[in-house]
């Protein structure tokens, strides 16, 4: 049983540019959130997806987008990038609609902004 | 407002010796309470959690926590600890349906001596 995938593992981009990360979520679920961890820092929240369309969303810029597809996989957009968009970016999944449901984070997208 | 308070960046203990992390929360509704671990370059494992009930709830690798709802706090215990256990602690609180947006504290180092 897969758990949640994540790719790339590590990317390396130049302020200004503009990158996409994919997440796979556990078998079985169906919602998606992206959280922001910088380093030495407890993850932030981004933003949620379910059914295709975003449903809650944390303190961060309309550079931050998304994307989730009928297969329930997801995208993170960041557009403009910033020196300080550099963190371990996590997906998590988990089920929507069901109380008491645990989230399960991937091993996250570290990405260099310079 | 809510938020997570873990006082303590980092801890050494030597190993053998028992272990407390401390997590204070602050959450307007009845708040779901996660520990997670991760160790270096990797994602968040989730130790336990606690919804409703027993106020004690163990996890996996021998840890458990207790909830104190008059001290708005989720400490998290083990009795003997292992060079295995050296990593970064999180305690998070969410809501009850779907935990997806939750609140994380600045983490806990844990190192541990031989």
């Known amino acids: 049983d897969a758990g949640v995938t994540q790719s790339p593992t590590h990317l390396i981009k130049t302020r200004g540019q503009q990158v996409t990360l994919r997440c796979s979520p556990k078998?079985?679920?169906?919602?998606v959130s992206w959280y922001q961890q910088a380093l030495g820092q407890g993850p932030q929240f981004i933003f949620q997806?379910?059914?295709?369309?975003?449903?809650q969303r944390g303190n961060f810029p309309d550079r931050f987008s998304g994307h989730q597809f009928p297969n329930y996989s997801s995208e993170l957009n960041v557009n403009a990038l910033l020196l300080g968009d550099s963190a371990l970016y996590l997906c998590?999944?988990?089920?929507?609609?069901?109380?008491?449901?645990?989230?399960?984070f991937g091993n996250g997208t570290r990405l260099t902004v310079t | 407002a809510q938020s997570v308070t873990q006082p303590d960046i980092h801890i050494t203990v030597s190993e053998g010796a028992s272990l407390e992390l401390r997590c204070n929360y602050s959450?307007?509704?009845?708040?779901?309470l996660f520990w997670y671990v991760q160790s270096p370059g990797q994602g968040l494992q989730l130790l336990l959690k606690?919804?409703?009930?027993?106020?004690l709830v163990q996890g996996i690798k021998g840890f458990e926590a207790e909830f104190k709802r008059s001290q708005s706090s989720f400490n998290l215990r083990k009795p003997s600890v292992h060079w295995s256990d050296a990593a970064e602690y999180f305690c998070?609180?969410?809501?009850?349906?779907?935990?997806?947006?939750?609140?994380f504290g600045q983490g806990t180092r844990l190192t541990i001596n031989p």
């Open positions: 998070a609180v969410g809501p009850l349906q779907g935990a997806q947006k939750l609140v």
């Open positions: 998590a999944s988990g089920l929507g609609q069901v109380n008491n449901s645990p989230l399960h």
């Open positions: 959450y307007g509704a009845t708040p779901y």
């Open positions: 078998s079985g679920h169906d919602t």
């Open positions: 997806y379910y059914e295709e369309e975003e449903r």
């Open positions: 606690y919804f409703s009930g027993d106020t």
